[in-house]
Each structure stands twice: as structure tokens, then as C-alpha cells.
């Protein structure tokens, strides 16, 4: 499970992230909802060891990301899907990631085809790639490791009613198997058909969280 606990980040006085607490549990989706700058990528960036916390905790079954045995293998991550090697091919990235991770190559093909970017798509070089490309090569990339826990920021950006659609049913498989997500997005109708719980985040603070029919039924 993720237990973000009391976590502050400051940038020079500005606090991006201001005292922020939520779990996710296992076999849930959790909605992470706020407008641009309200502080999600500053937190899923501390989660995942990409930045140090100036108070507070980010933990995944009570570790920090890099004092995880295997961080790469046991959380898939995908943080800014527009920043993929341009020079590369969709297949070549995916296999250059598998080395990486020490992962069978034979998986690459197959996340390839599940993330549907098969055929001509997976050679067409990502620089090439529209942003829902990328999210789909970033999705294949945080699926490589086959991971228990997912943590995606903005993953709907960029892909088209279908892609929404279909990223949405991956998400939901993948959180009944028993796996634990965090989705970040800035609108609403990204995260509402998928997500079990909701936590909303403005100016860096928690605003709203709880089980998402009851915190639309309030609204
Ligand atoms: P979101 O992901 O919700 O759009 P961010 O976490 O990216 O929000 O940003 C939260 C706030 O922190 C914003 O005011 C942003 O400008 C600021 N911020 C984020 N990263 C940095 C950084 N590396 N240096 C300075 N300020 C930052
Ligand atoms: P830097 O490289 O900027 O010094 P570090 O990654 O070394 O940052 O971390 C600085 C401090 O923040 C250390 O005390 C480290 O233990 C702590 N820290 C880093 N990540 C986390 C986290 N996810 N939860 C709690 N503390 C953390």
C-alpha cells in the first residue's frame, strides 16, 4: 500500500506541497485530483525518490522507494510521458528498459501489443509519437517490471475518447488482480469512471478525499 503521510515540499519559501496525508490500498484505484500547480507531481515525484521531502513521508509498504529491494520492478511508474528518447523506436525504448530492469525481453513484445502499439507504431521512431503514443509507450514501460503498485501522473493526457476508454479498463484489470494505483489527472471525468476513492488537492493541500460516491454525492 502507499501511505503518504504529513508530506510537505517546499521549493524556496513556496509550498507545492502543504501537509499532505492519504493511503492507497491495494485493489484500489485512487483518483488524484487538482488543477496545474496544485502539487500531484510534486508528491508522486517524492514518492518515487525523484525528489526529497522537506517534511513528512512517502512510502510504499513502508519503504521508501529507494530503500525498496527491487524499487524499479515492484513500482510501475509513469511521471512525464512527453520526456521519452525521441531517437529510439517505441520497441527499441521498451527493450532498452527490460535490459534495464533485467526483465525478460520476450515481455516486450507481448506489453507492446497489450498497450496496442503494435506493428508499424512499434517502429516508428517516439519522436514521431503523438503525446497518446507516449502515454502508451510510458504505460508499457511502467508495466514491464510487472508491478503490484502503479503510480501515473496525467496518463489521459493526450489520448483520444478511445484511449481513455481503454486505459481505463488496463487500470480497473489491473487493481482487481489485486494491485494498488495512483492516478493523477486535472479533470474529473479522467478519474471518476475509474477510481474507487478520491483524493482532491488545491494550492498544495488536501481539500476533499474519501470512497467516490459519496464525495460525488456531495457535490
Ligand atoms: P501539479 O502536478 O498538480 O500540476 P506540481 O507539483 O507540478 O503541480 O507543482 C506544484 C507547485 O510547485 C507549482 O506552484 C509549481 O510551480 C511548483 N514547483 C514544482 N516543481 C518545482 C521545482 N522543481 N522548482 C520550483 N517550483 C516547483
Ligand atoms: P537530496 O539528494 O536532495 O539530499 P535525498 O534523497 O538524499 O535528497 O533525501 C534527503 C532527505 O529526505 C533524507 O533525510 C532522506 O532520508 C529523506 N527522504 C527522501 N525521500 C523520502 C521519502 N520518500 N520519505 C521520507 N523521507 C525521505
Request: glycine share 16%; hydrophobic share 40%.
Amino acid at each position: 500500500m502507499i501511505a503518504i503521510e504529513h508530506l510537505s515540499k517546499r521549493y524556496g519559501g513556496h509550498p507545492a506541497v502543504d501537509d499532505v496525508s492519504f493511503t492507497c490500498a491495494p485493489g484500489t484505484v485512487t483518483g488524484f485530483l487538482g488543477p496545474n500547480g496544485a502539487g500531484k507531481s510534486t508528491t508522486l515525484r517524492v514518492l518515487c525518490g525523484l525528489a526529497a521531502p522537506t517534511r513528512g513521508t512517502a512510502t510504499v509498504g513502508g519503504r521508501r522507494y529507494r530503500d525498496l529491494p527491487n524499487p524499479g520492478r515492484e513500482v510501475g511508474v509513469l511521471l512525464d510521458a512527453a520526456a521519452q528518447h525521441p531517437g529510439r523506436t517505441g520497441r527499441e525504448a521498451l527493450t532498452l528498459a527490460a535490459t534495464v530492469l533485467g526483465v525478460d525481453r520476450g515481455r516486450v513484445a507481448e506489453l507492446l501489443d497489450h498497450v496496442g502499439l503494435d506493428g508499424t507504431a512499434a517502429r516508428k521512431r517516439v519522436g514521431a509519437y503523438s503525446l497518446g503514443m507516449r502515454q502508451r509507450l510510458g504505460l508499457a514501460g511502467a508495466l514491464l517490471g510487472d508491478p503490484r503498485v502503479l503510480v501515473l501522473d496525467e496518463p489521459a493526457n493526450g489520448l483520444d475518447p478511445e484511449g481513455i476508454f481503454w486505459m481505463r479498463g488496463l487500470l480497473r484489470g489491473f487493481a482487481d488482480r489485486g494491485g494498488t494505483v495512483l492516478l493523477s489527472s486535472h479533470l474529473l471525468r479522467e478519474v471518476e469512471a475509474v477510481a474507487d476513492r478520491l483524493v482532491v488537492i488545491a494550492g498544495g493541500r488536501v481539500v476533499a478525499q474519501g470512497a467516490m460516491d459519496e464525495l460525488l454525492a456531495d457535490t
